[in-house]
């Protein structure tokens, strides 16, 4: 059961938030600043590689290695691919989880290692695995750890994590959301010297300004109705949320944010890409999740009996849609079942609720301009660190007012 008037008692959601999640959220921007000037210091800048390697592979404990994974495969697209290491093990403890190295592998690869922990002995041997085939061996990690001692003996890059400023009582969930960008963003820059993607220190500081406007629409002093975050995590109440993407930057930020939202909040959460995720959850709007599909029980004891879930539709998208966009079409279809649709764009900066849309067209902006947009909107790892922004803040909202 969400309370929905605590999102709007920004001192009664601090006492709640014992993590600090909503102030690892709001010092996103902080995070990705601290993380390149820690990048720097340890010579980043300097690297003088002899050219993009034929593979990177990843490895990392959590969703925030995921996410990071998700994020350069992504944005590095064919030109060399990202292969996320699964982990294996009897339990999710740093001493039991393992990572092993593709057969393939060998000196022309590039191994990186994201864990905000870093004790992880499986990781330690996979950096010296990864020593004996010739491969390249990168981690980010925080600082005075085993896992950096292992990598620096094998002659390996060990990059600093940004750590959180501040004490907590307890550590950062795996979908918190500092630890996403104190990860990535020493990779960035790493992969940005390779000449795999393109991440120069002009883009990361527009990166971390753009999260810091986001920050600042989606604080808990800001009014729900003003907030995107909050109205998300509101409209998301008793729901099934299915997360459609539309876009590049759309799809890590979606998968993304169903793994917060099962991590932090306790629900479950299904992300799909459009148009595909037309015929995968087509189904589920015409099962007994659909809003239409069951109507409320006249005898339903409302006080003891939980509110079952109905599924609601989040479009997630990059941008304004064209003509070859799936999002009519998946808004026809939820609408024709009655489903709510919540829709969330990259870019729209100009103060407005954007956050719910059961329209059925792509309607203009109420004054019959076009959307005010940011600083280069089609920029992907803008657009992406927006939609990232705003989904972990409605996790995290979603989260303390259900009690999670």
Known sequence: MLDESLLDEPEALARADRRRLLRGAAEAGARVRTAARHATEAGVGDLRPDGRPRAVLMAGPGAAA????????TLAGASSPVVRLDATGVAAAPGALRWALPGWAGPVDLLLIATPDGTEPGLALLAEQAYRRGCTVVAV???????????DGVHGLTLPMATAPYEQDEPDAASAPGALWALLTPLLMLLD?????SAPAATLERVADRLDRTAERCGPAIATYANPAKTLAAELAEALPLIWTEGPSAGPAGRRFAAAIGELAGRPALAAQLPEALPAHGALLTSGLAAGADPDDFFRDRVEEAQALRARVVLLREGPTG????????????????????????????????GDRDDRTDAPAPDGAPPTRGDDPGDTLEALAELIAVTDFAAVYLALASGA
């Open 66 to 73: 995921n996410a990071a994974a998700d994020i350069l495969g």
């Open 141 to 151: 990690a925080p600082d005075r750890t085993p896992l950096g001692e292992a990598v």
């Open 193 to 197: 010297r390779t000449g795999l993607i």
């Open 323 to 354: 003509p070859l966009s799936a999002a009519p079409a998946a808004r026809a279809l939820a609408l024709g079942q009655d489903t709510a649709v919540s829709e969330l764009e990259a870019g729209l900066d100009d103060g407005r609720d954007h």
